[in-house]
Every structure is written in structure tokens, then in C-alpha cells.
């Protein structure tokens, strides 16, 4: 059992957990993650370490509620507690001076390329995030996104903040100006990281993208998680999360993630119904 120590909320669909495990926070690199159970019987979800004190002994978790298990763990509140945290999983992300580092995130995955940036930027890179979400209201981590990189460019799809579009443009515009860039991260939604790669692509630029999909057991053993990089089959959890984004197929991916969208929304549904008939 591993108890709550501080939960808030950073929009109305994303909430902030802070979580004593000891081990992990000692061990834990950037772009790892672990896998949250919140009962006996209950799905097993990764989410990406955000961040960690050692000292404390506790991780931050960033949950954007999307389903049944995110539903109820944003239920949770300081003092309550996670029954079961394995990790840390997957591979860390590759770190080296690079010169300038460019990471872009989109929505929540702005929460997975925060300790990319932040182990960059101590690393000795000059790191630039563009960050990118569908309006204001959705925005979270401006001000520890600002902290740790040296240029924070903001994007919102309907121009409610920052500049108006998608976090490409930006990207596009530093290719423009003839910015020397040694490298990119992207992460967020999948046509997200494809459109950035698109980007990147005629320049040769090392891009690298952290892959999300089905995940079940995160040691490599079910193939939930195949995804084909290189023409070859990997496990996202044991061979990622992260991958070269040029080499990734992604039309492949997003059909396998679109298989089971309809039944996700649909128990996502149902079991937000149940919950507000038990509340009334």
C-alpha cells in the first residue's frame, strides 16, 4: 500500500499525485514509468514518473481522467492509498548535451516531457519546450515547464493563449530561421508526435517519440504493447517507450490503438453514469 501525500487538481480532468515509494523514487530515470492497480481485480494502467524526491521518498504522478481507472484514481485524495506500484519500467530516456534541445509536448504529454527537459537541461543543453493544448483551460505545468527550459513557446488550438495552432508550427518556424537544433522529443497524442516527425523528418533531425500503447503486464511477456520501429516488432515497455520517430510506424499504431476506442468511451460512460446515480 502506498499512501497519497498530496493530491490536487491542475485542470478538471488532470490531477497531480504525489505517492510514497521509497524504491522507486531512489532508482527511477527520466522517461520511466510505472504500472498503478487500484485493486485486486482492477486494470493495470502505466503512467509516466513526472518527477521524484529521493529524500522524501515519494513520486509525482499526472492522471488525465480518460476512462474507468483514471475516473476513480482522480477520486483519490491525500492520505488515501494506491494498493499496488510496480516499477520503475522501461527503459530511461537517452540524455546527452546535444547542444539545443528542442521537447515538445501536446496536452498531458506536456507531464511526460517535463523530466525529459529537466534531465536535459542538467545535462548542460539549452532546452526550448513548445507546449501545446485545445485551449487555456486545459493548460497545466506552465510554470514548471518555464523553470527548467531556457524558452517556453505556448500553442493553443483556438488562439485562447499563447500562439494560435499547433505545436508544428513553432517547430517549423525555428527550421525557418536556420536555428541549429541537435535534437527533438516529442510526446502527446499520436498524430501529435507523427505531425512533428513529419516535421523533422527532411532535416534529418534525431526525433525521438515516447509510444503509449495497450500495455498490460509492462515487463514484455503479454505483446500488448507491440509496436514495429525499423521494420522490426519491439515491446514498447521493454524496449521503450521511447524510439527513434523516424523509424515508427505509425499509420500501424494509431489502427491498433483505434481498435477498442469505442469500447473505452463506452465504459467510461457507463461507469460515470453508475457513479452519479450512487451519489444522488
Known amino acids: 500500500m502506498h499512501r497519497i501525500v498530496k493530491a490536487e487538481f491542475l485542470n478538471d480532468t488532470v490531477k497531480r499525485f504525489e505517492v510514497e515509494v521509497p524504491d522507486?523514487?531512489?532508482?527511477?530515470?527520466?522517461?520511466?514509468?510505472?504500472?498503478?492497480r487500484l485493486?485486486?481485480?482492477?486494470?493495470?494502467?502505466?503512467?509516466?514518473i513526472a518527477d521524484s524526491s529521493s529524500g522524501a521518498g515519494t513520486?509525482?504522478?499526472?492522471?488525465?481522467e480518460v476512462g474507468k481507472?483514471?475516473?476513480?484514481?482522480?477520486?483519490?485524495?491525500?492520505?488515501?492509498?494506491?494498493?499496488?506500484?510496480?516499477?520503475?519500467?522501461?527503459?530511461?530516456?537517452?540524455?546527452?548535451?546535444?547542444g539545443t534541445a528542442v521537447c515538445v509536448g501536446g496536452g498531458i504529454g506536456?507531464?511526460?516531457?517535463?523530466?525529459?527537459?529537466?534531465?536535459l537541461k542538467e545535462a548542460g543543453n539549452k532546452v526550448i519546450s513548445i507546449i501545446g493544448f485545445k485551449s487555456k483551460d486545459l493548460l497545466i505545468l506552465e510554470n514548471e515547464i518555464n523553470e527548467i527550459s531556457d524558452e517556453v513557446i505556448i500553442t493553443t488550438?483556438?488562439?485562447?493563449?499563447?500562439?494560435?495552432?499547433?505545436?508544428?508550427?513553432?517547430?517549423?518556424?525555428?527550421?525557418?530561421?536556420?536555428?541549429?537544433?541537435?535534437?527533438?522529443?516529442?510526446?502527446?497524442?499520436?498524430?501529435?508526435?507523427?505531425?512533428v516527425v513529419m516535421v523533422t523528418k527532411p532535416h534529418n533531425l534525431l526525433t525521438?517519440?515516447?509510444?503509449?500503447?495497450?500495455?498490460?503486464?509492462?515487463t514484455g511477456m503479454c505483446g500488448g504493447c507491440r509496436v514495429t520501429v525499423d521494420n522490426q516488432m519491439k515491446f514498447a515497455c521493454v524496449d521503450g517507450p521511447e524510439f527513434d520517430g523516424h523509424k515508427v510506424d505509425f499509420e500501424e499504431l494509431i489502427a491498433r490503438l483505434d481498435t477498442y476506442k469505442s469500447m473505452e468511451k463506452d465504459s467510461y460512460s457507463r461507469i460515470k453514469e453508475e457513479y452519479c446515480k450512487c451519489e444522488s
Open 110 to 119: 506536456t507531464a511526460v516531457v517535463m523530466p525529459i527537459a529537466k534531465a
Open 59 to 64: 513520486i509525482t504522478l499526472i492522471v488525465q
Open 24 to 36: 522507486i523514487a531512489r532508482s527511477r530515470k527520466a522517461g520511466q514509468f510505472v504500472i498503478i
Open 208 to 218: 525521438y517519440v515516447s509510444l503509449n500503447p495497450i500495455m498490460v503486464d509492462g
Open 157 to 195: 488550438d483556438d488562439g485562447s493563449y499563447g500562439k494560435k495552432g499547433f505545436v508544428t508550427q513553432p517547430l517549423q518556424d525555428m527550421f525557418g530561421n536556420c536555428m541549429k537544433i541537435g535534437v527533438v522529443y516529442a510526446i502527446g497524442p499520436m498524430v501529435m508526435m507523427h505531425n
Open 39 to 48: 485493486g485486486e481485480n482492477g486494470e493495470r494502467v502505466p503512467l509516466t
Open 69 to 98: 481507472t483514471t475516473f476513480f484514481m482522480n477520486k483519490l485524495e491525500e492520505n488515501d492509498f494506491i494498493p499496488d506500484i510496480v516499477g520503475p519500467l522501461g527503459k530511461p530516456t537517452h540524455i546527452e548535451n546535444f
